[in-house]
């Protein structure tokens, strides 16, 4: 079954379009609400949550309405990170969790992201269910009980990720972008002894994500070379990405990350199964590290969700995307920020290596990336320039490199990726990629 409303990571999209809007939140809240009972779940029981854009408000009260009209039994956590929902989901045993974001994207977008059972996001086939159980009316807005205890519960178990103390003397720059995570990342770190240099950490409704967090991290990074920290974490909207900044200043990408913890883990034969999941965006270094290092890496399609079904599968406990998606799933069942940090703040720990030295484990190949937003996405197949551009460049690299073309699964974009055995070879290649793909696309 094909999906026409869900994206990559949940529905989303300009707030007041034709997705993004009440009526439809609604609607599609009580479909979801039709799937769970579809499980002989009779009165099911639901958590929302949201981050702190201007337009939750109004988008939560309206899938409120549309969740309590098809039955379901509804508890508000209020504003906090996207994990912390899944935990919570997990941990009361839930049937349903719901989050009103739209992540990384700017203020004027919003969406909503489900969690099933066990704080886990749902398949593409459950997404297309329920989509056929969309009805055309509009239930009107319903209250819900309110829950505030979830993010003291969730700052509780991050806090317990290291122990009391261990951050004694330590400096941390923290980008939260004016999101979700203002009330947690911070307050843990503070908990643990740290001296925490907060940013963008006033959400106003409208900044979220505004020059800053994970998508931005330069304030972050020239922060941290400035008052001697050892280290800087940054974040999306939503609180479900990390990345870092070491002390020098310079900045860490997910794959960064997770090689990181992937290498520590296998020294320390704690890696389970010996694998590591990332998505076919992770460059080709991260493989070349983990094998070095006696595991294997295993890729999936892009989106935290798909590197999660695929864990689950093999039995892995560690994930992720180069985005800063990083999913340790022996504490969280998504994707987690806040956990990501500690983890690599752990292995600084233990090590006693700052993370500038720690981060050399992954030697990557020469990248080249670009997004360009288009007013439609035509089929790739029916695009003749870009698929000639793109076996060209195939054929010229053989082994020595890829080229990864698609769509964005949560904005109008067309991605282009190229990695090559040199920057002149991959700089070339994106910029034959971004001619192919103007003569194919209404590139804006």
Request: proline share 4%; glycine share 10%.
């Amino acid at each position: 079954m094909s999906r026409h409303y869900f994206g990559t990571d949940g529905v989303r999209g300009p707030f007041g379009g034709p997705v993004v809007n009440e009526a439809f939140f609604a609607r599609l809240a009580a479909a979801a609400v039709r799937w769970v009972r579809q499980s002989d779940v009779d009165a099911p029981t639901v958590l929302i949550g949201r981050d702190p854009r201007a337009s939750g408000a109004a988008l939560e009260a309206a899938a409120v309405g549309g969740l309590v009209s098809a039955g379901a039994t509804v508890t508000s956590l209020g504003i906090l990170p996207t994990p912390a929902v899944a935990r919570a989901v997990r941990t009361t045993g839930a049937d349903l969790g719901v989050v009103i974001t739209a992540s990384h994207n700017p203020a004027t977008d919003n969406g909503i992201k489900f969690f099933g059972r066990g704080g886990l996001k749902l398949s593409d086939a459950d997404e297309s269910i329920i989509e056929s159980l969309l009805q055309d009316e509009v239930p009107a807005n319903a209250s819900a009980a309110r829950e505030s205890a979830a993010v003291d519960h969730y700052v509780e178990a991050a806090f317990a990720q290291l122990p009391a103390g261990a951050l004694q003397d330590w400096r941390i720059v923290v980008d939260t972008a004016n999101g979700a995570t203002t009330r947690t990342t911070p307050v843990v770190l503070r908990k643990l002894g740290a001296e925490v240099l907060a940013i963008s950490d006033r959400p106003d409704g409208v900044n979220i994500n505004d020059g800053v967090g994970s998508e931005h991290p330069e304030k972050l990074a020239a922060l941290v070379h400035e008052r001697g920290a050892r280290l800087g974490i940054a974040h999306d909207g939503d609180g479900d990405r990390c990345i870092l900044c070491d002390e020098l200043g310079e900045v860490l990408d997910g794959d960064e990350i997770l090689t990181l913890l992937a290498v520590d883990a296998l020294q320390r034969g704690a890696l389970v199964n010996q694998t590591l999941v990332v998505t076919i965006q992770s460059n080709l270094g991260v493989d070349a590290a983990v094998k070095a290092a006696g595991g294997r890496t295993l890729r999936t399609n892009v989106g935290d969700r798909y590197v999660i079904e695929r864990m689950r599968a093999e039995g892995a406990m560690l994930g992720g995307e180069a985005s800063g998606h990083i999913v340790c799933a022996d504490v969280s069942p998504t994707g987690d920020g806040l956990v990501a940090a500690l983890r690599v703040i752990a292995v600084m720990l233990r090590t006693g290596k700052p993370l500038s030295q720690l981060r050399q484990v992954l030697q990557k190949f020469p990248q080249r990336t670009s997004a360009l937003r288009v007013r439609e996405k035509r089929p790739l197949a029916s695009c003749a320039s870009l698929s000639a551009a793109v076996a060209e460049i195939v054929n010229a690299l053989g082994e020595r490199g890829r080229v990864l073309v698609r769509y964005s699964g949560t904005e109008a974009k067309l991605r282009l990726l190229v990695e090559g055995p040199d920057e002149a070879t991959t700089g070339a290649a994106i910029t034959a990629l971004e001619t192919a793909a103007r003569a194919d696309l209404d590139v804006l």
